[in-house]
């Protein structure tokens, strides 16, 4: 299959965040989906022309430094799979060739880009959350994430998210760590084509309805 993207590479983390468009934690944004963005934060970042350092917390940070660890365990682990690997310096993003608007950073590739490898690092706190993961139910935020790979990459036909979940015991002053589990979930792009379509008409409509033409998104609050 031809593909429809280009990879770029970038030095700095500035250049990336110039040239990062819509990416994977963007995707609930576009369903108005995500706890963390609304579509007009989306819509100010993408035109207010200036590269804005992506706001972090402890967690977050713990969870960025952990990521390559986590790789290299799973690569070790799974030599089924033949891993493709971010640069060590740098940052590369992948970009759609029809709508560069639409861009990815990937955890991983897989099988010569007909996989992907999406990391997750999560802290359990309460037993809804661990029954979720049990039965592979992901969280909708991290789910929209996995999709969009698909919707960047024509590529991909499969992709394994693999959660390292960290569950946490409250001691009446402050949460520990009890114990980890991990889990591989596969996600296959014919068992989502709809799910997969629907993402991708949301963030062709905003780019082309929103963006390009400056107008603000009219959002209509969930009840």
Request: hydrophobic share 35%; proline share 2%.
């Amino acid at each position: 299959m031809k593909n429809n993207y280009g990879c770029y590479f970038y030095e700095t983390k500035l250049s990336w965040l110039e040239n990062r468009g819509i990416g994977g934690s963007d995707a609930a944004t576009l369903l108005n989906e995500s706890k963390w963005q609304t579509l007009n934060d989306l819509y100010d970042r993408l035109t207010n022309g200036k590269a804005k350092e992506l706001k972090s917390n402890e967690r977050m940070e713990e969870g960025s430094l952990a990521e390559d660890h986590i790789r290299q365990l799973w690569a070790l682990e799974h030599k089924e799979f033949k891993l493709e690997e971010p640069p060590l310096k740098g940052y590369w993003l992948f970009k759609r060739f029809d709508n560069s608007t639409l861009t990815l950073t990937p955890d991983g590739l897989l099988d010569d880009r007909t996989g992907f490898l999406e990391i997750k690092d999560c802290e359990i706190k309460n037993q809804k959350e661990a029954e979720m993961w049990k039965s592979a139910c992901l969280p909708v935020q991290y789910l929209n994430q996995c999709l969009w790979y698909f919707v960047v990459l024509n590529t991909l036909t499969f992709g394994i998210l693999h959660a390292r979940l960290k569950f946490m015991n409250y001691d009446g002053n402050k949460y520990q760590l009890d114990h980890v589990v991990e889990y591989d979930i596969m996600i296959r792009r014919k068992e989502y084509r709809n799910d997969i379509k629907k993402l991708e008409k949301s963030a062709v409509e905003f780019v082309n309805g929103n963006v390009k033409k400056h107008i603000r998104p009219v959002v209509i609050l969930k009840l």
